[in-house]
Structure formats: C-alpha cells, structure tokens
C-alpha cells in the first residue's frame, strides 16, 4: 500500500530530516508527498531524494487525501492545526511540545513503550518526546527492566541545532567574527561561541527551566511516574549533536559489566566496548541513527551508575523517532 504524505516545517532542521529519512524508509512507501511551510517559506525548495519540491502554504491546504502528517512546528502551529488535520489523516506525529503531556495522547519512544501506541488509534495522534528524553529513555530501558530506576540526575550538553538554524548560523558568524574581532563586552555572555549557556528555554518560578521540565516530565511519562528526575540543560557552541551526562540510582545492584551487557541487547544503541573509541563525543554521533553510550562506572554510593551519552538531535532526538512511530503504526494497526 502507498500513503500520501505531509511534511508540514519541511524547511527547518527537522522537517529537512525527515524528508531524508523518509527516502530510506523500507515501511512506508509513498504515493505523494507535500512540503509544507510557513508563509515566508512558501516555494522555496527542498530536497526529497533525487527530487526538488516546492513548499506549499500550511494555511488552506487540504488534508483529505493525506494519511500522515508530521508537525515540525512550534507549538503554536500544532495548537492551532493538528486537532483539525487528525480527524482526515491516518495519523498525525507532533514533534512539538503541545501534546506531550496529554493524557489521551501517547508519547512514544518505539524501542522503549510501543505499545503505548494503540492510544493513538483513537486520538490518531502520536506526540514525539523531546530530543533529550529520547536517549535518555532509549539507554535506560534495559537497564531499568533489569534493576528498576529509581533517580536520574542528568546534566546535558545540547548544541545549537536543537534551537534551529538561525542558531547554527549565529555560531558560525559568531565563532568567524571572534577570530576577527572580539565581541564588546556589553553582550559577550549572551554569545554561544566560546561559550556555554546554563538556560534552554524560559526560566520558570521554581528555577527550572522549560526545558529541564520538558526532560523531567517526559522521562517520567515515557519509563515510569514513580521515577525521580532531575535535570540542568545548557546549550554549548556545538552544531549538531546532544550530549547527557547521567547519574542513575537503581533498586538493586547493577554492575558495570551487566549495565554493559544489557545495553549491547538493547534496540538502537551502541556502547563503546563493541566500537574501536573508548568514548563517545557529538561527532561520533552526527548522522548516526543509534544513541552511543559510554564511560560506565561506578558511583561512590551503593546501586548508582554514571553514564555518557551521545546522539543526533536531529535524527534520533526527533525526525527519525517520528518516521519510526508511523512506521510502527503502519506494521501494527493499519
């Protein structure tokens, strides 16, 4: 069978992902497919394989012969739109945030709760988890099968890609003009080059910052509400690639040679002890479809394990978990 698809953001990072990923899709084959953009964007092009499509306006297009429809959008968008577009479409993936914490709305990792994702048969929409909950859940399911998580702490090391490419061009024409001129004092801190900024998102009036809740509130849907989260996200001059640091507190024991072992069975990871590296950094990860994960070890407390993980914020962190889900939905429920 052959679906009808719509990109709708198909001119941001994400929406260009996931044209990509859909090319080399082996599940979903497609019939049509439709860029979508915002109005400023309306036929400029972007690339589909070997072809050239030219961006429709969101507003006005009609949705009655598309089957499914990936969100790349602000929040703002999908509020306004994706209730309308769910009762013509097959499926409608939300890669905002909108969604996420919706009761009757799945948050779907496939590796780690797939069969959350009947939910969807009725709501016929499925919402993507931020780029950061999804390696952390993707590397902790084994290991919390096995031992039972208890408490995550995690700092993470997020690139400027998450942010869009506005922000990717800003590094790069703030990284060229330090080299050629130093920044006037009044605003070098709020400079990424050659720096590093301990905010993503609004500060909230508990001192969290959206971000870090997202994290918090998405890990806790996604694996377990009884779990403990806590999380400190910071943007670094890095382009591409999402770095987490985690401490994880398990109910029993688990060696660092189980924890390895778990995780080279687990679905869409890869450890350093089956790769030449001894560890993993956001080049390592750029391009590729896995979470890497390395620097396993002990913690001075008792049940605590400290892991590095590394993945592609703009694949796995998003457009390919969102192209996996309606794969998903395609082999279980169509």
């Keep these: 069978m052959k679906y009808n698809i719509a990109v709708i953001g198909a001119t941001g990072n994400v929406g260009r992902e996931i044209l990509n990923i859909l090319t080399e899709s082996q599940i979903i084959n ?10 400023k964007s309306i036929g400029k092009e972007v690339s589909f394989g070997n072809k050239k499509l030219k961006t429709k306006p969101l507003s006005g297009f009609d949705f009655k012969y598309i089957d499914f429809a990936f969100f790349a959008t602000n929040v703002d968008v999908s509020k306004e739109y994706i209730q309308k577009v769910s009762t013509k479409v097959k499926l409608v993936v939300d890669l905002s945030s909108h969604f996420r914490m919706n009761k009757e709305v799945p948050l779907i990792v496939p590796e780690v709760n797939l069969d959350s994702l009947k939910l969807a048969t009725k709501t016929k ?19 919390h099968d096995f031992a039972n998580v208890q408490r995550i702490v995690i700092s993470t090391y997020q690139s400027v890609s998450g942010a869009g490419k506005k922000a990717m061009d ?34 909230t009036e508990n001192g969290y910052s959206k971000e870090e809740i997202k994290v918090i509130n998405e890990t806790k849907k996604i694996l377990s509400n009884d779990i403990d989260v806590t999380a400190t996200c910071v943007r670094v001059p890095v382009f591409v690639g999402h770095s987490i640091s985690a401490n994880v507190e398990f109910s029993k024991n688990l060696s660092v040679s189980q924890a390895y072992s778990l995780l080279n069975k687990s679905k869409g990871v890869i450890t350093n002890k089956t790769s030449k590296y001894d560890f993993f950094t956001p080049i390592d990860c750029m391009g590729k479809n896995e979470v ?42 169509i």
């Design 30 to 39: 497609i019939k049509e497919i439709h860029a979508i953009a915002s109005e």
């Design 125 to 143: 929409i499925v919402a993507n988890p931020n780029c950061v909950a999804i390696p952390l859940v993707v590397t902790l399911k084994n290991l």
């Design 170 to 203: 800003a590094l790069y024409s703030q990284t060229k003009n330090k080299l050629v001129n130093a920044f006037s004092e009044s605003n070098q801190r709020e400079k990424i080059a050659f720096n590093l900024i301990p905010k993503i998102d609004d500060i």
């Design 292 to 333: 890497l994960v390395s620097r396993i070890r002990q913690d001075t407390t008792n049940n605590i394990l400290n892991l590095w993980i590394v993945s592609d914020n703009l694949k796995k962190g998003a457009a390919l978990n969102a192209v996996q889900i309606a794969e998903k939905y395609i082999e279980n429920y």
